[in-house]
């Protein structure tokens, strides 16, 4: 995920990355900051960069955060927006922008964290990894790309869109650091589908989006495919609201 800072206090900037960087090690988020004293050098910069996520002070000098907000906004509704400032005075205004939250400086780490906890459940998705000893490397794998993960001679098979990363565990320790993400299926033994690269599915297979196939496991069949419903139908009321909002 791609987040920015903008005030021109340095040392607030310094305090909120350390949370973030926090955050990102306490929660296995993939988290790319980059920090901004100037706000027109932040708008500069995105228009090459898509910026998720965006924390900026009010009070700034050459530009107020609730400017730099509104200009914002035209160049990247997508992008999120959490005010960081010393008073409570543009509370109301800033959420007539419709902003993710509001942080009053002062703020602790858990009113940051409460903050990200929000993002994520608003629909956004956190750019989570698990972290695995492939050889005698440590690996880093974003959650997002991987397409699944299959067990053969005592090594877990994480299949992505470019390489396959394999791992001396069995299949049992490794389950939980994925069975935590509605968007894996067990769908037979020992083999985990990301269900957001599901193309279809036929009598006895799901068809994935890059021409593979998965078996269905046949006594859990019917089970399988309800759990697939179900997914793809919150993905598209996700979406729905997503439009909408």
């Not at 299959?150 to 390489?163: F, L």
């Not at 565990?169 to 269900?195: E, G, I, K, Q, T």
Request: aromatic share 14%; with cysteine; hydrophobic share 40%.
């Amino acid at each position: 995920m791609n987040a920015a800072i903008v005030d021109d206090t340095v040392e607030d900037i310094e305090l909120l990355s350390g949370y973030l960087s926090r955050y990102g090690q306490e929660h296995k988020v993939h988290m790319y900051v980059e920090k901004f004293t100037d706000a027109e050098a932040f708008l500069e910069a995105a228009r090459v960069t898509a910026y998720q996520l965006a924390f900026l002070d009010i009070y700034m000098e050459r530009m107020t955060g609730i400017q730099l907000a509104k200009r914002l906004q035209k160049k990247d509704p997508r992008c999120q927006i959490i005010f960081t400032t010393v008073s409570e005075e543009y509370a109301t205004m800033a959420f007539r922008l419709h902003v993710l939250d509001y942080l009053v400086k002062p703020f602790g780490y858990e009113q940051l964290k409460d903050a990200l906890d929000h993002y994520g459940a608003s629909g956004a998705r956190l750019a989570h990894y698990i972290e695995l000893k492939e050889g005698r490397e440590r690996t880093r794998v974003l959650v997002a790309d991987i397409i699944y993960t299959d067990y053969s001679n005592h090594y877990i098979q994480i299949h992505t869109g470019s390489c396959v990363i394999r791992t001396h565990m069995s299949f049992n320790d490794f389950y939980p650091m994925l069975s935590a993400y509605p968007n894996f299926l067990w769908c037979y033994r020992n083999c985990l589908v990301n269900m957001d690269y599901i193309e279809s599915y036929a009598d006895r297979d799901f068809i994935l989006k890059n021409g593979e196939c998965l078996p269905i496991t046949a006594a859990r069949k019917r089970e399988i495919l309800q759990t697939y419903g179900d997914y793809i139908f919150d993905s598209h009321a996700r979406q729905r609201r997503g439009s909408v909002g």
